[in-house]
């Protein structure tokens, strides 16, 4: 077999450069404030500086990494607060896209994805917590919020809504490897497939004003989890990013 097309290589070792950078920094391994360097990056990644130059910028855009004025970049140190405000904007921007969802109406068949989705959640979250899927569910959770943010029919709303959700700590499923064993995390996930039942009624129904409040207390309970979480260094350990966060 030859080589694969050349746009494919530069695509996959772009892939790969933005990955491999996120993974440095949300790992703690590059300390808040700390200056990246390319050259340092491209040897522990093994990968050209071009790719590298391009995802520490791309970084930048996502808010996780600054911009030095003198070039370069930095990581980025969060607040409790920064993440507290990451996690409101996804449920304001949730809120609204179910609201125009709901409002403008979504055809049988999307409607009926949306509602299969949940149903796949429904075994995997009424097992016993040492029984959990939490690959699974984190990939549903995941198609639900992705199909929500498509059905409002704005790109725009889905556009901003995939940007709020890149920090780690402000996906749908932040907190998710820290809910193994706390029950008060098992809890959310159970009020969490409440909530995606009657975000998908409310939507069926174009109750526009419950669509976007449900969307709205939905990520409320991520904060929930987050002050939760904030209170005990073991658990810090297992949420992605959090390590970036001073508390």
């Given at each position: 077999?030859?080589q694969p ?5 530069v ?26 360097s ?9 990968i ?6 391009a995802a520490?910028?791309r ?28 996690i409101?904007?996804?449920?304001v ?9 709901a409002?403008?109406g ?11 989705i ?12 040492e ?29 901003q ?7 780690p ?13 706390i ?10 497939q ?18 976007e ?10 904060r929930?989890n ?16 959090l390590k970036l966060?001073?508390?």
């Amino acid at each position: 077999m030859g080589q694969p097309p050349k746009q494919e290589r530069v695509a996959s070792q772009s892939l790969k450069a933005v990955l491999g950078v996120r993974d440095l920094v949300f790992s703690g391994e590059i300390a808040p404030g700390e200056r990246l360097s390319e050259v340092n990056i491209s040897e522990r990644l093994g990968i050209s500086r071009t790719p590298v130059r391009a995802a520490l910028a791309r970084l930048e855009q996502e808010g996780i990494l600054d911009a030095i004025p003198s070039g370069g970049y930095s990581v980025r140190a969060f607040t409790v607060a920064d993440v507290a405000d990451a996690i409101e904007l996804r449920g304001v921007l949730e809120g609204t896209a179910a609201r125009l969802a709901a409002e403008r109406g979504v055809p049988p068949n999307r409607l009926a994805q949306l509602r299969a989705i949940v149903a796949e959640l429904d075994p995997i979250v009424a097992v016993p917590v040492e029984e959990l899927d939490f690959i699974a569910y984190e990939d549903l959770n995941a198609r639900f919020h992705q199909m929500l943010a498509e059905l409002c029919g704005s790109r725009i709303i889905q556009r901003q809504i995939e940007h709020a959700t890149q920090l780690p700590f402000a996906g749908p499923s932040a907190f998710l490897n820290a809910q193994t064993d706390i029950p008060a995390f098992r809890a959310s996930l159970v009020i969490g497939q409440a909530h995606h039942r009657a975000l998908v009624h409310a939507i069926e129904m174009r109750e526009g004003s419950r669509a976007e409040s449900l969307g709205r207390e939905h990520a409320r309970l991520a904060r929930q989890n987050l002050d939760f979480v904030m209170k005990d260094s073991s658990l810090i350990e297992r949420v992605p990013g959090l390590k970036l966060v001073s508390t």
